[in-house]
């Protein structure tokens, strides 16, 4: 685990989960050029450090945030590429609300959370202030993940086109 959270009061509310044989399998899945397991944790904090500056519920907010992603099967045979998009854009979030209600007691509004995450790809509006956090905050981390793991070639097409066009103006 890579992302390190010195927090004792969020470890605390969330050590069942991160103390789960199964949960802690996100930790060899490659995600975003992380594993799921620091995504999830990432997801979890800020929206918990969020919710609690925002007196909103900080715990059910930091635990759907660690199961947002709960879901593990990256074998399944999807012969077409519709099948793959629907699994990481509009599947995942039921498979992971099924995946953390087998192992973990569950509220209406951490279902919401996790069953919300993707919107407005998976159509689902959230119902909950908190589902809106991690709503947000998940969009957030995905886009500072994928670009940090993609920013030294990002940064070189940037200076490749530049140099371009400057040359193009003479």
């Not at 927090?7 to 969330?14: F, H, I, N, P, T």
């Not at 103390?19 to 995600?31: C, D, M, V």
């Not at 997801?43 to 992603?69: M, N, P, Q, W």
Request: hydrophobic share 40%.
């Amino acid at each position: 685990m890579s992302f390190h959270i010195k927090d004792d009061e969020y470890s605390y509310l969330v050590k069942d989960i991160l103390n789960n044989k199964e949960f802690n399998e996100l930790s060899t899945i490659a995600h975003h050029g992380e594993t799921r397991l620091d995504h999830s944790l990432r997801v979890s904090y800020f929206s918990y450090k969020i919710s609690k500056a925002l007196k909103l519920d900080f715990k059910e907010t930091a635990r759907a945030g660690l199961l947002h992603d709960f879901y593990l099967d990256t074998t399944k045979d999807y012969k077409k590429m519709k099948d793959k998009v629907k699994l990481f854009s509009i599947g995942h979030p039921e498979d992971a609300l099924v995946n953390a209600n087998k192992l973990f007691y569950l509220s209406e509004k951490e279902k919401d959370i996790i069953r919300t995450h993707m919107f407005p790809i998976g159509f689902k509006i959230p119902k909950y202030l908190e589902s809106w956090v991690v709503n947000m905050v998940d969009t957030s981390v995905s886009v500072y993940e994928f670009t940090r793991k993609f920013s030294y070639q990002l940064s070189t097409a940037v200076n490749i086109w530049l140099i371009l066009f400057i040359n193009l103006r003479k």
